[in-house]
């Protein structure tokens, strides 16, 4: 069976599209450096801050970014998604201009303590976390009204490269950002400060850009609204209440399944986002340099690129061999994820084939996230219920996010325990995922006035 016909627009249509999605993606990039800049400044701020205080900091920031959903879906999908954007965009500046003045007041006293400073950044980051979740639902909710269904899985995997260049922001440029400081903190050391001051500067001129370009949906720019093929074609364009929108999303089983298996990929992402430059660290000062001193410097760049391959690859097969279902194309990605973190226990002590191990699960776990998180939200959701779904969606990511963060912390500052559990740990999430997404393998949205063919009906009927 051929693949099916792709949307036509304009040539008019198609540049006011970009230039309303374009923006968007470069914005959520830079939510993402001032996201990840806490991995930055950790390995800079040294004893000050310990591998469980950031643990503690970033799990505490996962489980309000989570929490947060429950609010934020809701009411994005009941004030648009460019009020979202911005509302969030705003928070963000403002959370990392005061981490940044908090770190140069505490880094310029006499002896800085770093209790009060884990419990101020706990704080700080916190706040950051929850005005930065508001990024997600926004994109998903703006960009629904503006995409077809079978547009949606290559678009998604374009929208993951300027994602994915976010995460190269965040760790290599950032660390650039570090190293141009030297000799300007104190007693001649990092202006650590920075970080976070310049993701807050960046993030203040796309704040006026979406402000004044992006649109909610076609009708706002001056074109037609269009049928999007997904769970709300053929409804009206009346919003229902939110507790109606809400219970629509949370009875959906469809959506349920996806948001255990992105609890998943939320332990794997940042299980190994976030810990592989701390381990390159430590194994660096013990002077193990081989494939770790060129991975952690290049680490941001090794995960743009795996982003940009893993969103490719996923939205081009899902498009393309499986007529737009996102289920087995994020399958194949979590077997090979699987396969890949049973061979990281055996790896940890070889940098470079430890590098390449990291750099295939990171490809995978971006790309399933890419496809579940932003397009099958997009699908199973409508543009009605789209910021509620990813809202949900996103809240188990950073459920997730939370148990590795709290998880591996203790481990590996454990002296019981150690690095050498690490993979161990997250072993068992990348086979319960796999698992879940055989439930899910045949299940396309059902679009409200039309009906599915009976091969679609039957596989969710056995969910």
């Known amino acids: 069976m051929g693949a099916p016909l792709p949307i036509e627009h304009s040539r008019q249509f198609l540049r006011r599209r970009f230039l309303n999605w374009f ?3 470069i914005s959520y990039a830079m939510l993402y450096m001032g996201r990840y800049n806490l991995t930055v400044s950790k390995n800079a701020l040294g004893d000050l801050m310990s591998k469980a205080a950031f643990g503690e900091i ?3 920031g996962a489980v309000i970014y989570s929490v947060s959903f429950l609010v934020n879906g809701p009411l994005t999908d009941k004030i648009g998604g460019k009020k979202s954007m911005l509302i969030g965009m705003g928070g963000a500046i403002i959370a990392n201009l005061l981490m940044g003045l908090y770190l140069f007041h505490a880094m310029t006293q006499p ?4 209790q009060r400073l884990k419990t101020v950044f706990m704080l700080l980051y916190a706040i950051n976390m929850y005005f930065q979740s508001y990024g997600a639902v926004a994109i998903v909710k703006t960009n629904a009204p503006w995409f077809h269904v079978r547009e949606r899985g290559i678009f998604g995997g374009i929208f993951g490269i300027m994602i994915s260049s976010g995460l190269y922001f965040a760790f290599d440029v950032n660390q650039r950002i570090l190293d141009m400081t030297a000799g300007r903190g104190v007693n001649g050391g990092l202006a650590v400060w920075w970080v976070f001051y310049t993701p807050a500067i960046l993030l203040t001129a796309l704040w006026i850009v979406n ?16 049928e999007t093929g997904d769970a709300s074609s053929g409804e009206d364009d009346v919003q229902p209440p939110i507790f109606t929108v809400l219970k629509k999303i949370v009875t959906n089983p469809v959506i349920l399944i996806i948001a255990f298996v992105e609890l998943c990929t939320g332990v794997l992402r940042n299980g190994i986002m976030q810990w592989y430059p701390i381990f390159a660290k430590e194994n660096l000062a013990q002077g193990i340099t081989s494939g770790f001193d060129y991975t952690l410097k290049n680490w941001g760049l090794i995960q743009m690129i795996a ?7 996923a939205g081009w097969v899902s498009d393309r061999f499986f007529h737009s279902r996102r289920a087995p194309s994020a399958g194949l990605l979590y077997i090979t994820l699987a396969v890949c973190t049973g061979m990281m ?19 995978c776990v971006i790309g399933t ?5 932003g397009t099958a939200t997009m699908d199973f959701g409508g543009r009605k219920g789209a910021g509620t779904a990813v809202g949900i969606i996103d809240g188990f990511v950073y459920l997730g996010t939370a148990i590795q963060s709290f998880g591996i912390g203790y481990i590996t500052t454990s002296p019981e325990w150690g690095w050498h559990y690490w993979p161990v740990f997250l072993l068992p999430f990348a086979i319960i995922g796999t698992l879940l997404l055989t439930k899910i393998w045949h299940v ?5 006035a039309q009906k599915e063919p009976p091969e679609i009906r039957a596989a969710e009927a056995d969910i």
């Open 345 to 363: 226990i055996f790896a940890l002590s070889n940098g470079w084939i430890l590098s390449a191990i990291t750099f295939v699960m990171a490809l």
């Open 111 to 114: 002896s800085p303590d770093p």
């Open 211 to 226: 402000a004044l370009f992006l649109r909610n949906k076609p009708s706002d720019a001056g074109f037609k609204d269009f």
């Open 307 to 313: 982003g940009v391959t893993g969103g490719l690859l």
């Open 444 to 448: 396309m949205p059902k679009p409200a």
């Open 23 to 25: 923006p968007l993606g």
């Open 58 to 60: 970033f799990g505490v």
């Open 369 to 373: 996230h890419g496809m579940l998180s």
